[in-house]
């Protein structure tokens, strides 16, 4: 069992920065990729970011490259998305996710946060 707990969402500016942070429970996080996904209102949840177990690898939606980066610390249990010139459509709720299997699939992931509102204003 792993539990996930985000932080570090808000209200930012368009052009602005956030970092949000994802903290796991249990001793078994480095065994997990994980990744980040986000939901706006009425839409479907879509994929954002993934990092491997090690962090060797990352893997970006088309939307963030450039813009976002995900990192993990394995030894604090913590997966991070540092997100930079952020624009008003990435305003949404922003979850972080443990699984294995295809890093950009929503069913390849067990475990799931409660989500941080990110809102981005023009």
């Known amino acids: 069992q792993v539990q996930l707990a985000e932080s570090g969402g808000g209200l930012v500016q368009a052009g602005g920065s956030l970092r949000l942070s994802c903290a796991a429970s249990?001793?078994?996080?480095?065994?997990?990729?994980m990744g980040w996904f986000r939901q706006a209102p009425g839409k479907e949840r879509e994929f954002v970011a993934a990092?491997?177990?090690?962090?060797?690898?990352?893997y970006y939606a088309d939307f963030v490259k450039g813009r976002f980066t995900i990192s993990r610390d394995n030894a604090k249990h913590t997966v991070y998305l540092q997100m930079n010139s952020l624009k008003p459509e990435d305003t949404a709720v922003y979850y972080c996710?443990?699984?294995?299997?295809?890093?950009?699939?929503?069913?390849?992931?067990?475990?799931w946060g409660q989500g941080t509102q990110v809102t981005v204003s023009s």
């Open positions: 996710a443990a699984g294995s299997g295809r890093y950009t699939d929503t069913a390849s992931y067990d475990y």
């Open positions: 249990g001793r078994t996080f480095s065994s997990y990729a």
């Open positions: 990092i491997s177990r090690s962090g060797g690898s990352t």
